[in-house]
């Protein structure tokens, strides 16, 4: 439990006075989380160099406003919350952009209805998001693993057999890198799966920073086994 209390949405949902510790936090959370925003903002029709305004626009209102202090500690999931809250932005924005257009003003102009409503694939907004956010909680595990390696001497190691790590080798790839490190091939599969098993608890931490109540971990594995397309 005690290192739950300082997973950094959970410092961030508690502290409603904005201490510098919290502000950090947050920031820290908004960097990382940035493409999915990015993602759902794109799936809803706007064209690449609007969506990067729309994004840029929507973390700063988000830091600046701290939209967090409304967060229930109850329901403390930031990719909920982030979520819900690029929604409610991109409402905004539309409605202020459509009043600017009256008075000769300038709108953020998104693609046809039907386009923005189902992208191409059938995939949704929230569908996309969730893909996105499935890559950047993935992304962040394996930053930290690949630095466990360099700081244990084993990068080379890494860089070679990190394809390895998300999607199943092949037996005639195992045998290709096993003698391309002069390694048998028992001790490179050995290898690789201590590596799956370490980026495995990776990706749980990463999620824990996530929530604030221990008790959704196992739905968040859920989402993010499904939007990458994985079984069980």
Not at 70 to 82: E, I, K, N, V, Y
Not at 124 to 137: C, D, I, L, M, Y
Request: hydrophobic residues 45%; negative net charge; aromatic residues 8%.
């Amino acid at each position: 439990m005690g290192r739950f209390e300082t997973t950094r949405w959970s410092v961030v949902i508690r502290a409603r006075g904005e201490p510098a510790d919290a502000r950090l936090a947050l920031e820290t959370l908004c960097r990382a989380y940035r493409p999915p925003v990015l993602a759902f903002v794109r799936s809803r029709g706007y064209a690449a160099d609007v969506a990067e305004d729309l994004v840029q626009a929507f973390f700063a209102r988000f830091l600046e406003r701290a939209w967090h202090s409304s967060a229930d500690p109850a329901r403390g999931r930031f990719r909920s919350f982030l979520l819900t809250a690029v929604k409610r932005f991109l409402i905004d924005a539309d409605a202020e952009a459509a009043a600017l257009k009256r008075g000769g003003g300038y709108r953020f102009e998104s693609l046809d209805d039907s386009e923005s409503s189902c992208p191409a694939g059938g995939e949704t907004p929230e569908h996309a998001f969730e893909r996105a956010w499935a890559h950047a909680v993935l992304d962040s595990a394996l930053a930290r693993l690949r630095d466990e390696a360099e700081h244990a001497g084993k990068l080379p190691l890494f860089e070679r057999l990190r394809e390895f790590l998300v999607e199943p080798p092949d037996e005639s790839d195992y045998a290709s890198v096993a003698e391309a490190l002069h390694l048998r091939r028992n001790t490179l599969a050995v290898a690789v799966h201590r590596l799956r098993q370490r980026l495995r608890e990776l990706v749980r931490e990463e999620l824990l920073e996530t929530i604030s109540n221990p008790a959704d971990l196992d739905e968040e594995l859920r989402m993010l086994r499904g939007a990458m397309g994985a079984g069980s």
